[in-house]
């Protein structure tokens, strides 16, 4: 079942050389339909962390596929009003020790009788931000609260689950009625298929005997005729198993909320739809055949729906 989940927390993280930074924890889970639990961790703090969040990830879904991705972001205006340093990215050291090159540079020229016009402020700047480190130095580890930041997307993903659970469960016993009411018809169809084919049967062989010019039609024989036939077209038994199916799947629906609901549904239907494809190769009439395609669309109808069921 689709849902989404998200989380986000500032932290004052350690940094570089003792130094600590403003940054922003952000966490998105998203799911998606799967016949099994399939979890997709993104996160940037190496793989060591996966088994615990994978733990927390558990705790809320049991099957389909969850992608959960965790980002790491510097919040530069807070570091602004901190240290303008921190707010371009620049670590005060680095921008110290490139400073205290300028000037022995500038000194080492001098002794030498070289002229060497000094760097100006913003000079500096610009040379300690084209060599600045890689992201990789700035990236603070694991906070102590990543597994309850993660566990806040889940709750939040699992609550979006629960409501679209509602909705679908209000669209499965929507179309369960609509099944229902498809086999009730065939049901009240039945008494006036036998007279149809009765009728049919009596002038089939009413023709044939004119054709051939024997003696009258022997009613017995019509009975016995009739009574094949409307054996062989009779869809009683599939009815009673319908209602039968259609029993368990409202009791499926009814019940709590567990595990495994969504394999009980599915076998319901397949059974569902076995019963409909039975009836469609013995009804006759066309009205007969017309309620058992409807019917068989609205199966396919639950059968794509409950595959969203946990």
């Known amino acids: 079942m689709t849902g989404y989940g998200a989380a986000s927390q500032a932290w004052d993280a350690p940094l570089h050389e003792g130094a600590?930074?403003?940054?922003r924890v952000d966490v998105e889970a998203r799911s998606v339909n799967g016949r099994f639990l399939e979890i997709k961790l993104r996160q940037p703090f190496g793989g060591a962390l996966d088994p615990k969040l994978r733990a927390v990830v558990e705790r809320y879904v049991g099957r389909g596929r969850v992608d959960v991705s965790i980002h790491v972001r510097r919040d530069a205006k807070a570091d602004a009003e901190d240290d303008p340093l921190l707010g371009l990215g620049l670590d005060e050291a680095k921008?110290?020790?490139?400073?205290?090159?300028?000037?022995?540079?500038?000194r080492i020229a001098a002794e030498a009788g070289l002229e060497v016009q000094?760097?100006?402020?913003?000079?500096?700047?610009?040379?300690?931000?084209?060599?600045?480190?890689?992201?990789?130095?700035?990236?603070?580890?694991?906070?102590?609260?990543l597994e309850d930041l993660v566990g806040r997307a889940m709750a939040e993903l699992a609550g979006f689950r629960a409501r679209e659970g509602e909705a679908l469960l209000a669209t499965l016993v929507a179309l369960a009625a609509e099944l229902a009411d498809c086999a009730e018809r065939l049901t009240q169809l039945l008494p006036p298929e036998a007279?149809?084919?009765?009728?049919?049967?009596?002038?089939?062989?009413?023709?044939?005997?004119?054709r051939s010019g024997s003696a009258d039609l022997d009613p017995g024989r019509i009975a016995q005729e009739v009574a094949v036939v409307l054996a062989r077209g009779d869809v009683a038994e599939e009815l009673a198993r319908v209602?039968?199916?259609?029993?368990?799947?409202?009791?499926?629906?009814?019940?709590?909320?567990s595990a495994g609901q969504g394999k009980?549904?599915?076998?319901?239907?397949q059974e569902l739809h076995r019963e409909f494809t039975t009836m469609g190769?013995?009804?006759?009439?066309?009205?007969?055949?017309?309620?058992?395609?409807?019917?068989?669309?609205?199966?396919?109808?639950?059968?794509?729906?409950?595959?969203?069921?946990?």
């Open 195 to 210: 007279d149809r084919i009765q009728d049919r049967v009596a002038a089939r062989l009413a023709e044939l005997t004119a």
């Open 118 to 145: 000094a760097p100006t402020s913003l000079e500096l700047l610009r040379f300690c931000s084209s060599v600045k480190s890689g992201p990789s130095d700035d990236r603070p580890s694991a906070p102590d609260f």
């Open 243 to 257: 209602a039968s199916h259609l029993d368990q799947l409202a009791g499926a629906l009814d019940a709590p909320a």
């Open 281 to 310: 190769s013995k009804v006759t009439s066309h009205e007969g055949s017309r309620i058992v395609i409807e019917g068989k669309a609205i199966i396919e109808r639950i059968r794509e729906q409950v595959q969203n069921v946990e």
């Open 95 to 106: 921008v110290a020790s490139v400073v205290a090159a300028a000037a022995r540079t500038y």
């Open 20 to 23: 600590r930074g403003r940054v």
């Open 264 to 269: 009980t549904l599915d076998f319901v239907t």
